[in-house]
């Protein structure tokens, strides 16, 4: 018999032992299962049991590392930002020069259960083609004539709700005044507006008491976060010059440089690598130089 | 983050790719123009979404040459319009500053393009024809219109183009190699799975 069984492959073994209950009703051979498969169970406790303690401990010892894993660059090939530019330029030939976007990815050294930046930053050339922005408030009031001095495209209570309610969403912000959250949560626009990321709420700081100064700051702002030790943004159009995206980026890693030096005393991160890449282009490691010895004249790189 | 080593050698492959190619060259510009070439100012395409009708060989020129034109000429605005009328023109549009060169008034006067930006003043523009072409032919005719001088590949980049050579025929081993393993694997537990039927069937005898 156990020759049979030994000659069997290990998976057919383990079914046999599921099968069990249902061989033991079959008279001949139960006697011969039934013992041989009490000493198979009984070595396959010890065998778990010792697995089981085995596991706990490397449980116990083994703790993911604090920090996120850093590459060495040494191996990674670094340009200019103008070389980048060139290439960017060329692998997004024919496309739209104002949809097409340079993006930039700035990875940190950093703790991985550790705070993360979050903040919002207006660029010296604006980014987005003007953002259009709905702000709900009671109309007449103070902050409504503000908001519509700092530039916002809807403003009041009932005609927003019945514009929305009709589909017709032509704004791609809403900010709402404390005073009219009431309203807004009775009108139920969650359900529509919701799902596009435009419901105002409290946690991601659209419902404000300062309404003009807001629509300002969405008008020309950017809003990045941290996301798994990267933050990431877009930073140009397309038909930027290299100065204008210069411009940008250095007011970018400022930003974020103060961001982290702001977080705690005791957390300290660091920038490890900054990439720029595009829309559809792959992404240029940057080795912070403005331009090498070879690249194309600046002035050619905007057309 | 992937591993730096591929991360970096597909990105070089690509890279390598706009330098060198179809359609690697330099047009003749303000300072380099002859007369029988004169400069280029500026290139339009306009080609149909789908590619029945005639209008593939205008997407790869697009898709290939256009990138390495634009690298090695990053002066020259080059634009591209996708229309969704299959019947409409598959053409490019060249446009010369001052006169249009010998070989394009010969040969490209006449395909139209309603939807190429209207030439300046001082420009003068030709129209070649890309239905039913090949991207390599579209690259020809582009080449004896305008008179570019293509760029030759240099010692180091014929090197990195051999080894990416090298390694495309070394991936093309190890895939097969690989799908052996995976095959094997298959195989073993397809018998394991019979063998574990036989089982089914001598329980319920």
């Not at chain 1, 069984?5 to 009703?25: D, F, H, K, N, Y």
């Not at chain 1, 008279?27 to 299962?33: D, G, I, Q, T, W």
Request: proline share 5%.
């Amino acid at each position: 018999m156990s020759s049979f069984t030994s000659l069997m492959p290990t998976g057919a073994r383990t079914v046999l032992s599921i099968c069990r209950p249902s061989l033991r009703q079959w008279p001949m051979a139960a006697p011969l299962f039934s013992s041989y498969q009490q000493v198979r169970e009984a070595s396959n406790n010890r065998q778990a049991q010792g697995k089981n303690k085995k596991e706990k401990a490397i449980k116990k010892t083994k703790k993911g590392p604090r920090e996120f894993r850093q590459k060495d660059l040494k191996d990674m090939q670094q340009w200019a930002l103008c070389d980048a530019i060139r290439y960017i330029r060329a692998i997004e030939v024919g496309r739209e020069p104002t949809s097409i976007k340079y993006e930039i990815h700035i990875r940190l050294k950093t703790l991985r259960d550790g705070p993360v930046i979050r903040n919002m930053l207006r660029f010296p050339h604006s980014v987005q083609t003007e953002s259009r922005i709905c702000v709900i408030c009671p109309p007449g009031s103070r902050h409504a004539k503000e908001a519509l001095t700092a530039g916002a495209v809807l403003v009041g209570e009932k005609e927003v709700f019945d514009a929305v309610k009709d589909g017709k969403i032509e704004f791609d912000r809403c900010i709402c005044h404390p005073d009219s959250v009431d309203a807004m949560n009775k009108a139920g626009l969650g359900r529509i507006l919701g799902p596009r990321g435009l419901m105002p709420s409290v946690k991601t700081g659209t419902v404000v008491d300062d309404v003009a100064s807001r629509v300002e700051m969405l008008r020309g702002g950017t809003v990045y976060r941290e996301r798994d030790a990267v933050v990431r943004l877009p930073i140009g159009q397309l038909g930027f010059t290299p100065e204008q995206l210069r411009d940008n980026l250095r007011v970018t890693l400022d930003q974020v440089k103060k961001d982290a030096a702001s977080l705690n005393d005791r957390i300290n991160k660091e920038i490890h690598e900054v990439v720029l890449s595009s829309t559809n282009g792959p992404g240029f490691s940057l080795n912070g130089e403005f331009t090498s010895e070879n690249s194309a004249e600046i002035a050619t790189l905007s057309v | 983050m992937v591993n730096l080593a591929q991360r970096m050698r597909k990105l070089k492959t690509r890279l390598l790719n706009v330098r060198v190619g179809t359609g690697a060259a330099i047009f003749p510009s303000a300072a380099t123009a002859t007369k029988e070439f004169p400069a280029i100012t500026r290139l339009h395409l306009t080609y149909a979404q789908k590619i029945y009708g005639g209008h593939l060989g205008a997407r790869h020129f697009w898709r290939n040459c256009l990138p390495r034109l634009k690298y090695h000429n990053p002066a020259i605005p080059i634009s591209v319009q996708q229309t969704k009328d299959q019947e409409g023109p598959a053409a490019l549009t060249i446009y010369f500053a001052e006169k249009i060169s010998n070989a394009a008034s010969l040969t490209a006067a006449q395909a139209t393009d309603k939807l190429a930006p209207k030439p300046s003043e001082t420009e003068k523009t030709a129209t070649v024809d890309l239905k039913n072409l090949d991207y390599k032919d579209i690259w020809t005719s582009v080449k004896m219109i305008t008179g570019a001088q293509e760029v030759p590949a240099t010692a180091e980049e014929e090197k990195q183009l051999q080894e990416v050579e090298q390694l495309r025929q070394r991936s093309i081993q190890d895939r097969a190699r690989v799908a052996g393993i995976r095959q094997a694997k298959k195989d073993q537990e397809r018998m394991l799975q019979e063998a574990r039927g036989e089982v089914e069937k001598l329980k319920q005898v």
